[in-house]
């Protein structure tokens, strides 16, 4: 099997390795670099739990080639995964409120909603429920726990308000 060798930066880190050229990120991540916070859900970009940050913007992993998220001449794109949330080691708010909330029942999409929340919070710091309710609309939760996901996501963006 013919296979290229691709730079990939992730979470702050660069990362060399041989893919197949029709290997999705996904399956990179989390079989060659052992990253499974970022979960297949459905492999037809319907349900969000495969999402990632690349520059910034969420992507869903189980629809984009590791090639085309690679580094290309002077582009490196950065990929954030749930991985990367966390700052420095010290849970990110949503982390937090997430525990304290029962933001998670099986977990199973939670890393998708927080790659999700925290792109909405990048470039809106103070969104309204509408904002909210539209930026996660392509994240779904089977176990159905919205109630409680909801609080734990209006509690980090109060957290997040009042960082100093
Ligand atoms: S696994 Fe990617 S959107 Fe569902
Ligand atoms: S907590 Fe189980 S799928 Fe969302």
Redesign the pocket.
């Known amino acids: 099997m013919h296979k290229e060798l691709i730079e990939l930066r992730v979470n702050g880190r660069r990362h060399e390795l041989a893919v197949d050229p029709s290997e999705l990120l996904l399956d990179v991540l989390r079989r060659d670099l052992q990253l499974t916070g970022s979960k297949r859900g459905c492999d037809d970009s319907s349900c969000g739990a495969c999402t990632v940050l690349v520059d910034g913007v969420t992507t869903l992993s189980c629809t984009m080639l590791a090639l085309s998220a690679a580094t290309n001449g002077p582009v490196t794109p950065e990929i954030t995964t749930v991985e990367g949330v966390a700052d420095h080691g010290a849970l990110a708010a949503i982390q937090k409120a997430y525990g304290d909330w029962g933001g998670?029942?099986?977990?199973?999409?939670?890393p998708g909603f927080m790659i999700t929340v925290k792109a909405l919070l990048a470039r809106n710091p103070d969104p309204s429920e509408e904002d909210i309710r539209h930026a996660l609309s392509g994240n779904l939760?089977?176990?159905t726990?919205y109630n409680q996901m909801y609080q734990a996501i209006r509690a980090a963006i109060a957290a997040e308000r009042q960082a100093p």
């Open positions: 998670a029942q099986c977990g199973y999409c939670t939760c089977r176990c726990g």
